[in-house]
């Protein structure tokens, strides 16, 4: 790749245009909050882990993680075992309506989901799903299953249809021939497919608080608690956004060397 | 490559067509029903027609003022971000090292901000800008100049303005960059050969590469800030006064805050139309080009 004048430089400070708040939210998340408010200090004159302590241990708190976690991964499965198959028609096949129906599905992605926050709570409350993590996985649903779709459609047109022919040629049933032949070679890209079903679910808020009030509250949701008559916690505000970093953090670790490819949505 | 028609691939795309019809085309209907009735409280709903309508498309009504004023205010807001973000994450994607750990090390920072939820981002910014508590809000207040964004409306929007090149500069940037590597090396040997300048390479070779993804991801940012919620939401709230008041916020407040379903779904049709004419003029454009350099770039 050819190089530009100055790259080390231009490089060197958005890296650290994006890391400055992130080191600031943890750099507040080990001070006391008598001395987040006395002090102006790069870092924690003395270090504490009172607030992660009162996340670990508080199951007000923790339960947040927990229920967010568990409609991200309800939400990744469904999307990801729905969005194959229809990848898959969408690459190999022509269909009556395939291109409307293409873009009906990407214009789910697009809307807006403060148009949708009433609805859904009319919707879920009605079939008796609300405050479940279901209702949220499934409201997720609306803008990840498109997003996979399409994703998982662009690694699928870059396996060459030639191999679909010889196993069907060989005897494999449907089934076998997508478990056996084709999920290995698009195995990458289930894996980016994946980490955006469970990027966009994890970042959302809004559908997420308007679906749940106590059983499946998300973390986002809690972290609203530390505004009480006392004043702002704030310790215990950037101890819990710190925490919500790490989960990400993880998740793009395995994925690292696909992200650029994944993020061009397999289509580059 | 030629596709096959054959319509029992229907089967294989029915489950998304029920699952995401069942999410998408109910709520919708609630809400046509909602924008054509008027309620004055225990659920007894009235035929109001096109009423709310009208309101919300005339600026003189108190509806129709705040939808447009929220709109122009959203509009400039995705222009700004756009005109900022699209540059920038060009650049850094023209600077990304050429090999090794550090490309690795550069992704994963990238992507950092892109998967932090979306009010820890808000918050992230609510308190860094603060001039008491505040890394950035001290900093400025040090230098005597006098910023603080609950008060004063452009500083509000400056803040929100540079959270949001924050948050999604990366996206951009890891686009441009997937299209970057897709471009074999020999053409910037025969560049060199014919002694082009750098930006002869830039305009000539690397852009016209980058146009696929420079598209998807213009879009998808055009999109995403012109729904954008939580993030303004946690740290101005919309304020000061309405001054970062957009779209979706003023949406939730009629609808959540207020419970005026009818003027809420009015405007959540118009808003969706005016996403979903965006979204077609995307489509078609995105559908041409590929056609247009799918064979030359073969795959990947």
Not at chain 2, 134 to 157: H, I
Not at chain 2, 265 to 277: G, K, P
Request: aromatic share 14%.
């Amino acid at each position: 790749m050819q190089q530009i004048p100055g790259r080390h430089i231009i490089l060197t400070l958005f890296l650290i245009f994006l890391l400055l708040p992130i080191y600031w939210l943890i750099n507040m998340s080990f001070k006391t909050n008598t001395e987040i408010i006395s002090t102006m200090t790069l870092w924690p004159n003395r270090p504490t882990l009172d607030n992660y302590r009162i996340i670990f241990t508080d199951p007000s708190w923790y339960s947040g993680y927990i229920n967010s976690l568990t409609y991200v991964v309800i939400n990744t499965i469904l999307s990801i075992s729905f969005a194959l198959p229809a990848a898959y028609a969408f690459s190999r096949y022509r269909f009556l309506g395939d291109k409307h129906l293409f873009f009906w599905l990407l214009s789910n992605r697009m809307a807006p989901p403060a148009v949708f926050a009433l609805p859904f709570f009319n919707l879920y409350s009605a079939i008796n799903l609300f405050d479940t993590p279901w209702a949220v996985a499934l409201a997720h649903c609306l803008f990840n299953i498109p997003l996979a779709v399409w994703i998982l459609e662009g690694f699928i047109s870059s396996v060459p249809r030639e191999i679909d022919e010889t196993a069907f040629l060989d005897g494999y049933s449907f089934p076998r021939f997508f478990l056996k032949v084709l999920m290995p070679l698009i195995a990458s890209g289930v894996g980016v497919a994946a980490f955006f079903c469970f990027m966009f679910s994890w970042v959302e808020l809004l559908l997420a608080r308007t679906l749940t009030s106590v059983n499946a509250k998300p973390i986002a949701a809690t972290m609203t608690r530390t505004v009480s008559a006392a004043g702002m916690d704030w310790g215990l505000l950037a101890a819990a956004g710190v925490l919500t970093i790490l989960p990400g953090a993880l998740v793009i670790w395995f994925v690292r060397n696909y992200i650029a490819r994944g993020f061009a949505l397999g289509r580059v | 490559m030629e596709k096959i028609v054959n319509q029992k691939a229907w089967l294989l795309v029915l489950p998304v067509f029920v699952l995401v019809a069942f999410s998408a085309i109910i709520p919708l209907m609630t809400v046509v029903n909602y924008s054509v009735q008027d309620t004055f409280g225990n659920n007894q709903f009235f035929w109001n027609g096109v009423g709310w309508y009208k309101d919300l498309l005339d600026p003189s009504t108190e509806l129709g003022g705040r939808f447009f004023a929220s709109l122009w205010r959203n509009l400039l807001f995705s222009a700004a971000v756009l005109a900022i973000e699209i540059p920038l994450g060009i650049l850094v994607a023209l600077s990304m090292p050429r090999e090794g750990w550090r490309v690795a090390a550069c992704l994963i920072i990238l992507a950092l901000p892109l998967l932090i939820p979306w009010n820890v981002v808000g918050t992230i910014w609510q308190i860094f800008g603060r001039s008491d508590i505040g890394l950035l809000g001290y900093t400025l207040n040090l230098f005597g100049l006098n910023y603080n964004y609950v008060a004063n409306p452009l500083d509000a929007w400056l803040t929100i303005i540079a959270m949001d090149v924050w948050h999604w500069t990366s996206l951009v940037a890891l686009l441009c960059y997937a299209g970057l590597k897709s471009i074999p090396e020999a053409y910037y040997q025969a560049a060199h050969i014919d002694g082009a300048s750098r930006w002869a390479v830039f305009t000539a070779i690397q852009l016209p590469k980058m146009k696929r993804v420079l598209l998807i991801a213009f879009l998808l940012r055009f999109m995403d800030s012109f729904m954008i919620y939580t993030e303004p939401f946690v740290v101005t709230g919309g304020g000061p006064g309405n001054s970062t008041t957009f779209l979706s916020i003023e949406l939730v407040k009629l609808a959540l805050g207020q419970f005026d379903l009818g003027k809420a779904a009015a405007m959540s049709i118009v808003y969706n139309l005016i996403v979903l004419i965006v979204c077609w003029v995307f489509y078609t454009v995105m559908t041409n080009v590929g056609t247009e350099r799918r064979p030359e770039t073969g795959g990947v």
